[in-house]
């Protein structure tokens, strides 16, 4: 559970589960977002991205209607023009910490995607839908304004700029069959047993499974390596790779390949 204020709402919830941190966006039906639930959801980041018991973040709307809707739009229309810009900024700055956590991160799509909730999504670093589970899309265009939370750029460098900006001008949303087709979501998961399997394909990137600590650094090396210079994005990769030579899952993953056994990996 996220510590909160007393006399706050709790709208974000935090446990963890053999090796998996899930954070719950927890303010149905629609699960919108407010600047305290994104404050609350900061904090709840922090703490998995600290805990070292955690291998996997897997991330997920409360209910079985809505993963997330976006922004508050009756918080937007009651505060001033600075707080939405302090807003956005804020939001933007929460989005960040997902996509440059160095765990991975799952959206697990439990229901409708939209706006800002897809913007939260598209932070993550795998999106799991549930089958038949809602609608996707970034329909802002259609009250007046842009995905302001990293929706423009993260969408793009996903999709490419001519589908993106096809998808953002027109404010489509479509089912997760179609985002499936187009590459927004990773995999679509039956929705009898939607939750358990998010769980049981989360836990096969945790030790002793997989090592987690490699996982992390090619996260790294793919955020922050796309973002630089083709020979610097290389270095940057000898970086971490030295870093990983040196760690105990790279020489349990060496000598069980010798000793031809699976390795057994401690996330070290």
Sequence with gaps: MTPTS?????????????????????DPPAN???????????????????DDSVHVIILRGAGDKFFCAGASISMLTTVTPAFKYYFCLHANETMCRLEQTPKLIIAALNGHTVGGGLEVAL??????????????????VNLGVLPGTGGTQRLSRLLGKGRA???????????????????????????ENFWPDVLAYARQFCPPNKASFAVGRIKRAVQSGSEMSFSDSLALERELQQQLFTSEDAKEGLAAYIEKRPPQFKGK
């Design 6 to 26: 007393a006399g706050q709402k709790e709208l974000v919830r935090y446990a963890v589960d053999g090796g998996l941190a899930i954070i719950e966006l927890t």
């Design 123 to 140: 932070a993550c670093d795998i999106r799991i839908a549930k089958e038949n589970g809602g609608k996707i899309g970034l329909p802002e």
């Design 165 to 191: 900006m096809e998808l953002m001008a027109t404010g489509r949303t479509f089912g997760f069959d179609e985002a499936l087709q187009i590459g927004l979501v990773n995999q679509i998961f039956k929705a």
């Design 32 to 50: 919108t977002y407010s600047y305290e639930m994104m404050r609350q959801l900061d904090e709840a980041i922090l703490n998995a991205r600290m």
